[in-house]
């Protein structure tokens, strides 16, 4: 795991986005303490494409949320640049979420009533530099699909509409719980394409989360969790598209 760390930094060449030391959470269900992570030690990039690969159960949402602001560690550290969230009050963790992550989950959450362009919007008026809902539409590869209401677009194009809002406001890092989760394979893969042409083309630092272990050879680097700890960290020396995936 060592060397993989140590390629990675030589390889990418990148700042450091954010450093997890020695983070644990521990959940109280009742009379019983669960642990969802058990001492994760981290770095990621700036602008690498990450998968984080597990079975349910193995910590990687818990991560994700803790990335995400969503949630706090129970022990350890997290910084994102300079920033300590682990010391941030909810004030500074709402601006944080607000300004510098976009989220991506299984379900699209959608506003019904509201067209592509619309949806989109809702996210560009409360940001301080966002691109053009229309910018975001393309850049998903939806320009023909922006007055469509959601019940007129397919599953993979809701998602890539959901993609667009989340990088609308422009963000340091795109987080994607199972983006592909509720779709089939061929669907999946024009969601893929969406991620990796955001990733390369605006420099988002961007990590997946997956139990399909298909996605994972499209990444910079596999972060694979078990039980709440980082098993094994690997280097893809070598990319493979999104529409060449073994799914």
């Not at 509201?114 to 809702?122: C, G, I, K, S």
């Not at 023909?144 to 599953?155: C, E, I, T, V, Y």
């Not at 199972?178 to 394409?193: F, K, N, R």
């Not at 961007?206 to 499209?218: C, D, E």
């Amino acid at each position: 795991m060592v060397e993989a760390q140590v390629k990675t930094d030589q390889e990418l060449n990148k700042d450091v986005v954010f450093h997890v030391s020695d983070v644990t959470k521990t959940y109280q269900m009742g009379e019983v303490a669960v642990q969802a992570l058990r001492g994760v030690d981290l770095d990621l990039y700036r602008g690498e494409f990450a998968v984080f690969l597990g079975i349910s159960g193995s910590g990687k949402s818990t991560l994700l949320n803790i990335l995400g602001g969503l949630d706090t560690p129970t022990t350890g550290q997290v910084l994102y640049g300079k920033q300590d969230l682990t010391r941030a009050d909810e004030h500074a963790l709402t601006e944080y979420r607000r300004y510098h992550v976009g989220f991506v989950f299984q379900f699209y959450n959608l506003i019904p009533s509201l067209t592509a362009r619309e949806n989109v919007a809702v996210v560009t008026e409360i940001s301080k530099s966002p691109m053009s809902p229309e910018e975001a539409l393309a850049l998903v590869g939806l320009e023909n699909r922006m007055d469509h209401f959601p019940a007129q677009l397919s599953g993979g194009e809701q998602q890539r509409v959901a993609i667009a809002r989340a990088i609308a406001k422009n963000p340091d890092v795109l987080l994607c719980d199972e983006p592909t989760g509720a779709l089939d394979s061929q669907t999946g893969i024009m969601v893929l394409e969406a991620l990796k042409r955001v990733n390369e083309t605006l420099g988002t630092t961007t990590a997946v989360i997956t139990h399909n272990a298909g996605i994972a050879q499209m990444a910079n680097r596999v972060i694979h969790l078990t039980d709440g700890l980082i098993s094994d960290i690997h280097v893809n020396d070598q990319r493979i598209a999104p529409n060449q995936l073994s799914w």
